[in-house]
């Protein structure tokens, strides 16, 4: 599965994360453009369209911290990995669902079936 398709699938299941407890879904629309400098991992709320911070891919420290944190729902790296804000990389209840439906075309989400990160903790 190429980086494009995980990016649509993540975003997918992250919008579906970023809904209220009050159980109503969160209309989003429009674009949001991450740009991704240095060699490092850039943390993002789908929920505020901001970047929450960023380090390095080696800053253990920063890292463990960004995990403790609800902050934000993905973490980008400009090598290519993505990490989302659940299991190993993260507090957050976040997740990512592998569909074959292409992200354009998808109409509603799925309600279970996301995965946290699990392994070496990013996705990609």
């Known amino acids: 599965m190429s980086l494009s398709q995980w990016a649509a699938i993540l975003l997918l299941a992250l919008l579906a994360a970023a809904c209220h407890d009050d159980a109503s879904p969160k209309h989003i629309e429009g674009d949001l453009h991450i740009d991704l400098q240095g ?8 929920e505020t369209g901001r970047v929450i911070g960023t380090c390095a891919l080696d800053d253990t420290l920063t890292l463990n911290a960004y995990a403790s944190r ?3 729902d993905v973490a980008l790296s ?9 299991g190993l990389s993260g507090a957050g209840q976040g997740g990512i669902n592998e569909s074959s439906v292409p992200f354009g075309a998808a109409d509603k989400m799925p309600e279970d079936s996301y995965l946290p990160d699990t392994t070496h903790h990013y996705l990609w």
Do not use: P
């Not at 060699?39 to 709320?45: A, H, I, K, L, P």
């Not at 090598?79 to 804000?85: A, F, K, Q």
């Open 70 to 72: 609800t902050d934000w």
């Open 78 to 86: 400009s090598s290519g990995h993505i990490r989302t804000n659940s």
């Open 39 to 46: 060699e490092g991992w850039t943390f993002v709320s789908i």
